[in-house]
């Protein structure tokens, strides 16, 4: 049977009878965890196992587990991990070293998620911060820079891989120059196509081939005056699809954030218009959820392929040193205290 094109969020560390019979009855093709959702390693596996036995095992379970400020999964019961920027500052010193730890600290991250059922990391971050741009990025990027970026989350995005996980990239074509949070309003970034090639975009080039990615909702005013990425039909052809080649499964960012208008089902409707293959919805709002589903079809055509696709790359996890990346991670933690 066929998924519908969104992925859910559920409301607390277990399912409902009501989020039971709807993950049954609507088939999403995913379901996102929050932090409301992760407690303990028990209770996680409980959820994800219970899922997949309504919704099919062929269901993305995601988790924003990138490090620093966003990490759903806590300490004590999980590992503290630093944020991305802890990784550039250890590159300007030792390149070399940065990517090796950055390479083996995601590893026991992806250990971390499949040890719970989890299959999907919405990692890594390819934003390129400026300067006067809002801190919701800042030390979520792996740099200032596009060429640091791009090593540095090309080894994240592999090593989830190899750790039996699929990344996310996002948020594409690029948050890093928004001088506002598109969770709580609509950034507007007024840079030339130029300018945008030359930096924002090039780190999504580069990684163009990995099998998920995550959109901005912020206005491109060089490609389209009004309509933020996410619900753009030009940024979607010409820049996501076409400048930057991206070939994976494209999902929205969250349909709830203040950045977009209108009902979700609304919303719902212009993010796939626009031509991204998933809606993403996160709230775990039942009501929200229920209406969501009414609108949105089943998979099919080239985003199906691009689903079954991004299955195809989940691998079982190669062997790594799980002691040398413990102490590259006490390393770079302690760098960047």
């Known amino acids: ?167 996310v990239i996002k948020h594409v074509p690029g948050h890093g120059r928004a001088r506002a949070d598109s969770h709580k309003e609509l950034p507007v970034i007024e840079a030339s196509a130029e300018e945008l090639e030359a930096t924002d975009f090039r780190p999504f080039a580069a990684l163009a081939d990995m099998p998920l990615a995550m959109t901005a909702h912020v206005v491109l005013r060089a490609f389209d005056e009004d309509a933020p990425a996410t619900v753009s039909r030009s940024i979607m052809s010409q820049v996501i699809r076409g400048r930057l080649g991206i070939t994976g499964l494209v999902m929205s960012d969250d349909l709830d954030m203040a950045a977009l208008a209108g009902t979700p089902e609304e919303r719902a409707g212009a993010v796939l218009d626009a031509g991204c293959d998933v809606v993403l919805h996160c709230s775990g709002v039942f009501e929200d959820m229920t209406r969501v589903a009414r609108v949105v079809p089943d998979l099919h055509g080239d985003g199906e392929t691009r689903f079954r696709a991004a299955f195809d790359r989940l691998k079982p996890p190669s062997a790594y040193d799980r002691e040398k990346a413990l102490a590259m991670l006490d390393m770079v933690t302690a760098g960047f205290a």
């Open 1 to 167: 049977m066929a998924h519908k094109a969104f992925i859910c969020g559920c409301s607390g560390p277990d399912l409902t009878d009501n989020e039971r019979a709807f993950l049954r009855d609507e088939r999403p093709c995913g379901l996102i965890l929050f932090a409301r959702n992760c407690i303990s390693k028990a209770q996680i596996s409980r959820l994800t196992e219970d899922a997949r036995a309504c919704a099919g095992d062929d269901l993305l379970i995601l988790v924003d587990q990138e490090g620093g400020r966003v990490q759903r999964m806590k300490p004590p019961e999980w590992r503290a991990y630093p944020p991305a920027r802890a990784f550039a500052n250890l590159h300007a010193a030792d390149a070399c070293k940065a990517i090796e730890a950055a390479r083996l600290v995601t590893r026991l991250m992806a250990e971390d998620l499949r040890e719970v059922g989890i299959n999907t990391d919405c990692a890594p971050v390819l934003d390129v911060p400026v300067a006067g741009a809002h801190e919701i990025i800042g030390d979520r990027s792996y740099g200032d820079d596009p060429d640091t970026i791009i090593v540095l989350a090309r080894a994240v995005a592999e090593s989830l891989l190899e750790g039996g996980i699929l990344p």
